[in-house]
C-alpha cells in the first residue's frame, strides 16, 4: 500500500511568521511531488511541484524534498490569513498515467 | 488562463440511476484523470486516460464506471447504477508531459 502521510493539524501560525508544512511518504519509486492547497468546499490547487533532492522556491513558497529521508515539505514566508486552507501534499510514483497519491492534507490556520 | 471545467456544479440522483459528469480539459494536455473526494476524506485516484484508452485505475473503478472521450474536447464519467457511497466530490484533471495535475472546479454528486 502506497501512503502519503500528513499532520493532520490545524498548524496555528500568526501572520508574517514561516509556516512549515511536512509530508512523508512510503514509496522509495515516487518520481515527483506536488503541494496542492485546498479551500473549503474548492478543488485542490496546485502550488508547487520538485522533482530533485534540495530546495525549491517559488515566491513565498519553498518546497524542500529529502528522497532517502522520504520526506517532502513546504514552507511558506510571511504567512497571510489568505493562506489558511488545507495543504495536500501529493506524490507520483511513475507509473504510466501519472495518477497521484494524495495525502489527507494540513490544515493550516494564519491568525491576524 | 486555461482551465479544467466540469458540468454540472451539483448533481443529485436516485439511487440506482444513471450519472454522467462532463469535464473539458485544458486544451493541449494529454493526460486526463478523475478523482473523488468523500466528504471529510483524502482525494482518491479513480482513472487516468491517455491517447484514449484507460492507462490506471484503482481499485474503487469497478464495472459501475466508464470513461469516455466522445469528442476532441469533453471528456466524461459514467457512474452507471449510483450507490449511496458514491456521494462525494468528483474532480476532473488534466496535464501535459510531466505530471503536474491542473483540477477542475468539481462536481458534487448526492445520491438519495
Known amino acids: 500500500q502506497k501512503e502519503v502521510e500528513q499532520n493532520s493539524g490545524p498548524l496555528s501560525v500568526p501572520e508574517g511568521a514561516i509556516a512549515s508544512l511536512n509530508c512523508t511518504y512510503s514509496?522509495?519509486?515516487?518520481?515527483?511531488f506536488f503541494w496542492y492547497r485546498q479551500y473549503s468546499g474548492k478543488s485542490p490547487e496546485l502550488i508547487m511541484f520538485?522533482?530533485?533532492?534540495g530546495d525549491k522556491e517559488d515566491g513565498r513558497f519553498t518546497a524542500q524534498l529529502n528522497k532517502a529521508s522520504q520526506y517532502v515539505s513546504l514552507l511558506i514566508r510571511d504567512s497571510q490569513p489568505s493562506d489558511s486552507a488545507t495543504y495536500l501534499c501529493?506524490?507520483?510514483?511513475?507509473?504510466?498515467?501519472?495518477?497521484?497519491?494524495f495525502g489527507g492534507g494540513t490544515r493550516l490556520m494564519v491568525k491576524p | 488562463e486555461p482551465e479544467v471545467t466540469q458540468t454540472p456544479s451539483h448533481q443529485v440522483t436516485q439511487m440506482g440511476q444513471e450519472v454522467i459528469l462532463r469535464c473539458v480539459p485544458i486544451?493541449?494536455?494529454?493526460?486526463f484523470y478523475w478523482y473523488r473526494q468523500i466528504l471529510g476524506q483524502k482525494v482518491e485516484f479513480l482513472v487516468s486516460f491517455y491517447n484514449n484508452e484507460i492507462s490506471e485505475k484503482s481499485e474503487i473503478f469497478d464495472d459501475q464506471f466508464s470513461v469516455e472521450r466522445p469528442d476532441g474536447s469533453n471528456f466524461t464519467l459514467k457512474i452507471r447504477s449510483t450507490k449511496l457511497e458514491d456521494s462525494a466530490m468528483y474532480f476532473c484533471?488534466?496535464?501535459?508531459?510531466?505530471?503536474?495535475?491542473?483540477f477542475g472546479q468539481g462536481t458534487r454528486l448526492t445520491v438519495v
Open positions: 514509496d522509495r519509486g515516487s518520481q515527483s
Open positions: 486544451s493541449n494536455h494529454l493526460y
Open positions: 484533471a488534466s496535464s501535459g508531459d510531466l505530471a503536474e495535475a491542473f
Open positions: 520538485i522533482y530533485s533532492n
Open positions: 501529493a506524490v507520483n510514483i511513475g507509473n504510466a498515467g501519472n495518477m497521484l497519491t
